[in-house]
């Protein structure tokens, strides 16, 4: 066989290999993507990032607090605890109806370590008390005003500050004007003519003045006349206001002081907004008192004020009590219980339990085994201790009272990536 030859069959069997190989490609090609494309499409972008996610160290007090790398807070000084990237499982695609985001799972030392505490929910009625403050005010239906009949100057002074204790009857000041002479002498001009009917005129005149009765019989038996006008206190009580000093100048359309009674006072509860629907006039009220350790008075809302503060976004409801006594004084702080009626059936859940953004409310759920998922719920009132949950609760269904909100920080970063790679959140 010459070189020519072997040169050909060479050529030739080079030829049949590189056919066998292409042939064995062409029948293996179609196989290769049948295994391998399913994997690539069952990894979704939301999937992918949560594998290759640099750690994440977050603050169990302050959510807002992160870190890729351990450390302390800079607010509090905690320790930043792990976030562990989870898979979805069955337990977080089996959210139940109304979740406000994505479900949490955390394994059972990060549970531990950032103090998770759930409770159960319970059906019941809020309380029928309602405790609120109120302060100590006088019966507005007891101020009496002093005022003077005819002008003239403040002589003898007798009381001369705000918060004294007058007796009825007590001199309180006495005026001098020369309205007061002239009138006098008139009503003595009509004693010497003998004028019945100018006497009985002038003698009114007297009495619409504020001359005393006895006054106007010593001018009638010839006496000296009288220079000065005594006013006396109208009741028993104490000065609330005081609008004169000695040797003013006082005239009819002034108010000289006023005088309030103190053996019925106000107590003036301030019911919260929430709260409202629970005071009703007539409803029976127990006060204690910082200054009366110890002690406690009943009393009754007489009347609930038809309009709210503006500033402290209360109720006013006025209690009337006895303080015959007069231990009670104006300005005291009370605690006021109220006997509300009882409201209705509801779920029962602890206050600090709902998440309050503004918008929405909502809860914290834990559905076993680690996972946790928030729920949108609507919420009645509460009374301090206590939520009514109206919709999106049911009773025996256990909500975070301790670290829903780093829980709720967490769901809303997984929400989050569940949009970017197009899936529902």
Avoid at 26 to 39: E, G, L, M, V
Avoid at 52 to 62: I, S, T, V
Avoid at 71 to 76: A, D, E, K, L
Avoid at 279 to 294: E, I
Wanted: hydrophobic fraction near 45%; aromatic fraction near 4%.
């Amino acid at each position: 066989m010459n070189t020519h030859t072997f040169k050909i069959l060479a050529a030739l069997a080079l030829l049949f290999c590189v056919y066998l190989l292409v042939g064995c490609g062409r029948s293996d090609a179609p196989q290769a993507p049948a295994t391998a494309q399913p994997a690539a499409q069952a990894e979704t972008p939301a999937e992918h990032a949560r594998k290759h996610l640099d750690p994440l160290y977050r603050c169990p007090m302050h959510p807002q607090v992160t870190s890729d790398k351990p450390g302390n807070c800079p607010i509090c000084g905690m320790t930043l605890v792990l976030v562990e990237p989870t898979e979805p499982d069955a337990a977080e695609a089996a959210a139940p109806a109304g979740a406000a985001g994505a479900a949490v799972k955390l394994s059972a030392p990060a549970v531990q370590n950032l103090g998770v505490r759930t409770v159960e929910a319970t059906a019941g009625a809020l309380g029928r008390e309602v405790e609120v403050p109120g302060t100590v005010r006088f019966d507005e239906r007891g101020l009496v005003q002093v005022r003077v009949r005819s002008e003239g100057h403040v002589e003898a002074l007798a009381v001369r500050a705000v918060g004294e204790r007058v007796r009825r009857g007590q001199v309180l000041f006495e005026i001098h004007g020369p309205m007061l002479e002239a009138a006098q002498g008139e009503y003595a001009a009509a004693l010497r003519l003998g004028d019945q009917a100018l006497i009985e005129a002038s003698a009114a005149r007297l009495a619409a003045l504020g001359l005393g009765r006895a006054d106007i019989e010593r001018v009638r038996k010839g006496g000296s006349p009288a220079t000065r006008i005594a006013v006396r206190a109208p009741q028993d009580g104490v000065v609330a206001e005081l609008m004169l000093r000695e040797g003013a100048m006082i005239t009819p359309d002034m108010t000289a002081m006023v005088i309030a009674a103190t053996d019925r006072m106000w107590v003036v509860a301030e019911v919260p907004e929430a709260l409202a629907d629970a005071v009703h006039a007539g409803a029976a009220a127990t006060l204690k008192f910082a200054s009366l350790p110890g002690e406690s008075f009943n009393a009754r809302v007489g009347e609930v004020l038809p309009e709210f503060n503006e500033m402290s976004r209360t109720l006013r409801a006025r209690l009337e009590i006895d303080n015959a006594d007069g231990r009670l004084k104006a300005g005291m702080l009370a605690r006021v219980r109220l006997d509300a009626p009882r409201g209705a059936e509801a779920v029962l859940v602890p206050v600090e339990a709902v998440i309050r953004t503004g918008k929405a409310d909502r809860v914290i759920v834990a559905l076993g085994d680690g996972h946790f998922a928030p729920r949108a719920v609507v919420v009645g009132r509460d009374d301090g201790e206590q939520i009514a949950v109206l919709q999106g609760l049911a009773a025996g269904e256990r909500v975070v009272v301790a670290g829903q909100f780093m829980l709720d920080s967490e769901s809303q970063v997984r929400s989050s990536l569940e949009r970017l790679g197009g899936e529902a959140p």
